[in-house]
């Protein structure tokens, strides 16, 4: 090994064990968002599961959605777990799903801490955020879905990391737009589910391609009223600052920009537009 | 702060790469849907009757389409200028949480700017096809 290829390594591992102290800054969170990032684990490590429903069903919490039923999808996922842990025992000795259940054992962690954190009290909320640390650092240290996992968090070996720039975004966010516990999460804030890590491009390109669902064949539609007495000017500016705003907050998240499939004007409608408060 | 309207301006954007992930189409959807501007009005007396059918106007439209069409362009110029630059930079690095909240911050700023004059700004994501009927039926 090369002594630069060393010297990375153990940057990497210094920057890796801070920022696992950071986790606890999961405390500081409104209770929804800390839900969310409940949801994003799930997101990220369901997804090649049949229990994307419990996805489903804590972006609903976190979007606000209390009646959302947690519990049937909690109780097939707990089975599920238990079932690849028997198996992975001896006389068994069944490798693939030992690996897998000591990954998904961590978000099983995660789940079974939203109550907590959704209840009034201060201690079980703590109590929450704990568990939640603890079944994040499992999820990511203990290979989070075994060596035969197509995750780029195991192959890396550096699954702390999207969940710290979660993390970070969720509590700049709370705290630029001022939001309360009660303040409804829309998960589609968190972007990509997977992103190139800012270290190593090339490497993580690739998979970073293969584990997102891809943008081909999606599109972004607005419709935009135009007040009456509004000149042709104005409604071009207005459309060049859209494009302008969409495609800057595309390629803040990682993405590489948008372009312009149609615009199309029309005239002759007669509505009521506008209001804001 | 409700003004009538007999125009109405659609704008589709795709992804300029089309393996750039869904979900970034997804997060611009969500800042241009903030929670924190509600649409108003007594629509029982404000909506108009609507007048005849919509036309298109076909020179506002090529005007627009190429305005947007030229900045975005641009935008994607001055990026693959600076890649070249700095080559280990070329995307799919999401920017630090600073850069999206303000960008994001921009859009409600915006947002509110034209809520304010009058402008009603509706944004959704959809699959292509759902475009396609969705312009077929409008036609």
Redesign the interface.
Known sequence: MSSDHYEKSRKRGEYIQARERHLSALKGLPRLAQVALVARVCQRELRHTKHMGLFHALSDLAGGNHGSRLEPHLSLFRKYVEELEERGREPHDDYEAMWRAVGLRGVLTCVDAVPLLLSPSTERRAAGCDQVVKGVKGVAEQGGGGPNSSTIINEHFWGIFPYL?DL??L???AE??QWSDD??V?M???????????YD?KA??AY??RD???????????????????S?EE??R???????????????????????????????????????? | MSRPSSRKVRIVLQGREPDDPLALLSAVKAAFNPREIEITGNFDSEIHDRVGEAVPNELLETQAAAEAKSVLDQLAQAVADHSRLVPDQQGLVPSDPGSIVKQRRSISGWLKQKFVAGWAVTVYSATRGATAAMLDRAE
């Open positions: 720039r970070d975004l509590i700049a966010l630029s737009e303040t409804a829309d589609d804030v968190l972007g990509a589910p997977f992103s190139v890590a800012e491009l993580w390109e970073v391609l997102n669902e891809p943008t081909k064949g999606n599109e972004i539609v607005v419709e935009i009223d135009v007040p009456d007495g509004t042709d409604v071009i207005t459309v060049r600052e859209f494009a302008e705003l969409a495609d800057g907050l595309h390629r803040v998240y990682g993405g590489r920009g948008l372009e312009v499939r149609t615009v199309e004007c029309f005239v002759g409608m007669s509505v009521a537009t506008g209001g804001a408060r």
